[in-house]
């Protein structure tokens, strides 16, 4: 049974920052041996030593590249684990006043992106390693706004059941994060009505991957951390 992170190589693409970042530092906590990408992770080496630990590696890449993705996995070879927790900049709109090609590019970086790097780093990942991905509860409760991410989180969690079963004995699960700060006053004041009466932290939400990869026995799920937002 695998339940330690203790030398274990760990990459983490979107690490470099919010919740991936709070996943990096519990891991290297828990001994793991970090490997942080983003789009400018090495630019960032230093700051995330700072933040992390020494002993880290730091790659750049665009997900969305399948050329860059790759290259920076052939650069870093074999892994215990893979954490996407790379995230899209949209705006939120209403569905008919939906900017067609953000939403288009929001596709490219939170699902085709993922969906390629899976591809390629599947091969990569050792016995008994896993594959966490990042979805949301706009995958499951409905918001205003929010059509793209409600599609592209719902379409993987499909996903994620899919590769459960297509990659075993590799497992595959998803964190469905609620609103973590830091957000804007009006989403703080909203997060008030949620049993947990408030937004989580970022290090909550971490908790649950570091769960997930520890835990050898949990596959095609999803852990739903969001302070009883979907309760309401």
């Given at each position: 049974m695998n339940n330690t992170l203790q030398n274990k190589r760990i990459l983490i693409v979107g690490g470099s920052s919010g919740i991936g970042l709070a996943v990096a530092k519990q891991a290297c906590k828990a001994g793991g041996k970090l490997i942080i990408a983003s789009r400018n992770a090495a630019e960032k080496y230093e700051d995330l030593i700072t933040a992390v630990g020494h002993g880290i590696e730091a790659h750049s890449f665009d997900v969305a590249s399948e050329k860059q993705t790759a290259a920076a996995l052939k650069k870093i070879g074999e892994i215990d684990h893979l954490v996407i927790t790379s995230r899209p900049q949209i705006t939120p709109a209403l569905f008919v006043e939906t900017d067609i090609k953000q939403a288009k590019e929001a596709f490219e970086t939170k699902f085709w992106g993922q969906y390629q790097?899976?591809?390629?780093?599947?091969?990569?990942?050792?016995?008994?390693?896993?594959?966490?991905?990042?979805?949301?509860?706009?995958?499951?409760?409905?918001?205003?706004?929010?059509?793209?991410?409600?599609?592209?989180?719902?379409?993987?969690?499909?996903?994620?059941?899919?590769?459960?079963?297509?990659?075993?004995?590799?497992?595959?699960?998803?964190?469905?994060?609620?609103?973590?700060?830091?957000?804007?006053?009006?989403?703080?004041?909203?997060?008030?009505?949620?049993?947990?009466?408030?937004?989580?932290?970022?290090?909550?939400?971490?908790?649950?991957?570091?769960?997930?990869?520890?835990?050898?026995?949990?596959?095609?799920r999803s852990v739903v951390i969001d302070g009883g937002a979907m309760l309401i």
């Open positions: 790097l899976i591809q390629k780093a599947h091969s990569h990942i050792r016995q008994n390693g896993s594959i966490v991905m990042t979805t949301g509860i706009a995958g499951e409760k409905i918001f205003k706004n929010f059509s793209t991410m409600t599609i592209i989180n719902s379409a993987t969690e499909t996903f994620c059941r899919l590769l459960a079963m297509e990659l075993a004995p590799i497992r595959v699960n998803v964190v469905s994060p609620g609103f973590v700060s830091p957000k804007p006053l009006e989403v703080e004041q909203y997060a008030e009505q949620f049993p947990a009466g408030r937004l989580a932290s970022p290090d909550e939400v971490a908790d649950a991957y570091i769960y997930l990869m520890k835990n050898s026995y949990t596959t095609g």
